[in-house]
């Protein structure tokens, strides 16, 4: 027994691809312990001895993720979370979060800190850590701050940790980081006794573990000191089954641990008697090795190992022979995972070698993917297309980094049966995706284009980047036999206030570029044409954003490399979308009026559009005058124009070309403003609209460059 427990290493399991991140679960419990409060109060004694002392020339500069900040009887109040840190010269205070309380004067800057969760000071020749600290810091040389998402407020918000701090403040205090020096402060000689309110007791971080029979028949256990560590360890081994029940873990759910044979080794000076129920502080050793018919159940998850080994206190282990099974919404259907091994490496990190997963259920699955080697961790990511749906933060308002369980692999292969049909050395998606990243195939051959072979991958999944919400991005990777290598990428996007103003977007880009070795043949007596350029390409862009009050901007750009390009490659593009152009229009409606501005230029030289460089457009439609007697309907434009013919195709002998004869080389100023007053009355049960039109127009130059008015 013992040979096997120790040919096994010490380090955490957990699931792979999709599902790898519930074993977390199996990890010590964390809560987050009551800090002392006593706002004032400062460090323990422990600080007595700290001989540094900086000075109040030195600025004070103080850092977050998270700030929110409001005045309170002429006191600047924040509350700040998130890589807390505040620094003095060479003094640095961190903190997971923290309440600073600010007062300014004309020489100076005075301020009562309150650090909670991990707190850790950093002085010169040594560092402490707490579980919370209470400070006061006085500068005269002014503060710096460096808050990445600042949210100023009017009133006080309903925070845990800003009511501890308050709690805090009323307890008296025997140490603070007064005049910005560490010092004792001495107790006052005069003045009626106060009796001192005692400072709350530390709620430590706490696990229970509870053991039961796995069946109707009782569990053995043997229980032994081990004096060979230091420590010293107390030893259970428990056979006949035993199931074991973890929980504690705040928010969490709880964690159901089955084996034949269980060996438990924890701290023997605080737990040496055998008790069925345990509670004890998650710094406390506890390791398990299973061995035999292996279950762990978390929710939807279960998993079947032959061996394993838990450290619940520095959440590692390593699981043998390891196979999960859950179900998962995204993809609506049950995954099955299986690996030789999976190991934690640390919280958030795991690590599955061999490893394959499938959503058959068979026992020899008809497909599957596999992996030589896994690697899952939490990624946090701020959404960069706007705030879209991403969920915000209660106290600051601004957006949460998302938090998701990423998966990046190595050595993969797509199987049908035992027969592998793709490749990939590396490929990093979510673990919820383990789709492969190609997304679409197509075999053909033709005269055209010759033996072909087009492909579509999902470029997220295959360069290992974030999808943000609303967005859509593959590539494009062409093989014709008759013309050549083609790479392309296509995608389309959609989300609200870009740029943290109100407004809501969507787009999409297109580009594809083949270094094309053929001719083209358009039909008819187009057949067998020479490109102008072997190096064919096409980029196009659309953008259409929506703000209050009405306002719309449109944008476009697009260019082809030749003007048979999109017509040989793209026929059905070419056949149903608009011309690909290049502007940027600005729009607003309101009611019966609207305003516009245009300007639009042309990229592609064969075409015959008219550039605007700008031109802007006034409407107003329904007018009511003169007590609804009257109706006036307008629009006004003023604009400065260029027209310029579409160049003649690279081979006119063979690519037949007329040039239109009402395209011009004119450009100028171009004016106008036609105006219409309606006059509406009822005969009986006609509406008549008698009404009165002009128009009045200039055009710098027409078709002959002569002026026109």
């Known amino acids: 027994m013992s040979g096997e427990i120790n040919s096994v290493t010490r380090y955490v399991s957990h699931r792979i691809w999709q599902v790898i991140v519930f074993l977390t679960l199996l990890g010590g419990p964390v809560t987050v312990a009551p800090a002392q409060t006593s706002f004032f109060g400062a460090p323990k004694a422990s600080y007595e001895e700290a001989e540094y002392e900086p000075s109040e020339k030195e600025p004070i500069s ?4 998270y700030s929110q900040q409001w005045e309170e009887d002429f006191v600047s109040v924040s509350i700040l979370k998130g890589n807390c840190r505040i620094q003095q010269g060479d003094a640095i205070l961190r903190s997971r979060q923290m309440v600073i309380w600010h007062r300014k004067t004309r020489q100076t800057d005075r301020l009562s800190v309150y650090l909670e969760g991990e707190v850790r000071i950093d002085l010169p020749g040594e560092s402490k850590s707490e579980n919370s600290l209470l400070v006061n810091l006085v500068t005269e040389n002014g503060l710096k701050q460096n808050l990445r998402r ?15 701090a308050i709690e805090r403040r009323g307890i008296p205090h025997d140490h603070q980081l007064k005049r910005a020096q560490f010092i004792v402060e001495k107790p006052p000689l005069e003045g009626p006794e106060l009796s001192p309110i005692p400072e709350q007791e530390i709620v430590t971080d706490f696990r229970r573990i509870r053991l039961f029979p796995r069946s109707a028949v009782p569990y053995n256990v043997q229980s032994f000191p081990s004096t060979h560590t230091v420590p010293p360890e107390q030893i259970w081994v428990i056979t006949g089954g035993v199931n074991l029940l973890i929980d504690g873990v705040e928010g969490l759910e709880m964690v159901d641990m089955s084996a034949d ?8 000076r605080n737990t040496q008697n055998f008790n069925s129920e345990i509670r004890q502080s998650k710094e406390t050793p506890f390791e398990i090795y299973l061995e035999g018919n292996i279950e762990i159940r978390q929710g939807t998850y279960l998993l079947k190992a032959n061996r394993a080994f838990y450290d619940a206190r520095e959440e590692r282990a390593v699981m043998l022979d390891a196979e999960l099974k859950t179900h998962l919404p995204e993809l609506g259907e049950d995954v099955r995972v299986r690996a030789s091994q999976i190991r934690m490496l640390s919280k958030g990190a795991y690590l599955a070698q061999n490893a394959w997963a499938t959503g058959s259920q068979f026992g020899k699955p008809g497909y599957k993917m596999q992996a030589s080697d896994v690697f899952i961790e939490d990624r946090y990511t701020t959404p960069w297309l706007g705030s879209g749906s991403n969920e915000l933060d209660p106290v600051t308002g601004q957006p949460l980094p998302g938090k998701r369980a990423w998966m990046t692999s190595s050595n993969n292969t797509f199987e049908i049966g035992n027969v592998p049909l793709f490749y990939l050395p590396y490929v990093s998606s979510p673990v919820e995706d383990i789709y492969f990243p190609i997304t679409g195939l197509r075999f053909g051959n033709d005269r055209i284009f010759g033996f072909q072979v087009e492909t579509e991958w999902d470029m997220f999944k295959l360069l290992g980047l974030e999808r943000p919400a609303g967005t859509k991005w593959e590539g494009q990777l062409d093989y014709y036999s008759d013309r050549g290598v083609g790479i392309g990428q296509s995608g389309n996007y959609q989300g609200a206030n870009l740029l943290g103003f109100d407004n809501v977007f969507n787009g999409n880009a297109e580009a594809f570029y083949i270094h094309d070795s053929g001719t083209d043949n358009l039909g008819l007596d187009r057949r067998d044409l020479v490109p102008s350029t072997k190096d064919r390409y096409f980029l196009n862009h659309q953008h259409r954003q929506t703000s209050p009050f009405g306002m719309t901007l449109t944008s476009e750009a ?8 999109q017509q040989q490659y793209f026929l059905s593009d070419f056949n149903n979308r608009k011309d690909v152009e290049t502007l940027l229009h600005l729009k607003q409606q309101q009611d019966n009026w609207s305003w516009s501005v245009i300007g639009r230029t042309k990229l592609n030289d064969y075409e015959n559009t008219t550039d605007w460089l700008p031109k802007a457009d006034l409407f107003l439609l329904g007018e009511p005058l003169l007590g609804n007697l009257l109706s006036w309907t307008s629009h006004s434009s003023v604009g400065y124009g260029k027209l310029k013919p579409g160049s003649a195709p690279y081979n006119p002998q063979q690519d037949v070309f007329t040039p239109l004869p009402f395209i011009a080389d004119s450009q100028g100023l171009v004016a106008m403003t036609r105006n219409q007053l309606e006059a509406p009355f009822n005969l009986g049960p006609f509406i008549l609209t008698p009404y009165v039109m002009g128009e009045a127009a200039y055009w710098e130059q027409g078709l002959q460059q002569q002026q026109i008015d």
Do not use: C, K
């Open 558 to 565: 697009g260019i082809f490399s030749d003007r048979n390009f």
């Open 62 to 65: 103080i850092s977050a993720e």
């Open 261 to 268: 044979r269980i060996i438990i080794w924890t701290d023997g």
């Open 150 to 164: 600042p949210s100023q407020i009017t009133v006080a918000p309903d925070d845990p940790v800003l009511n501890r």
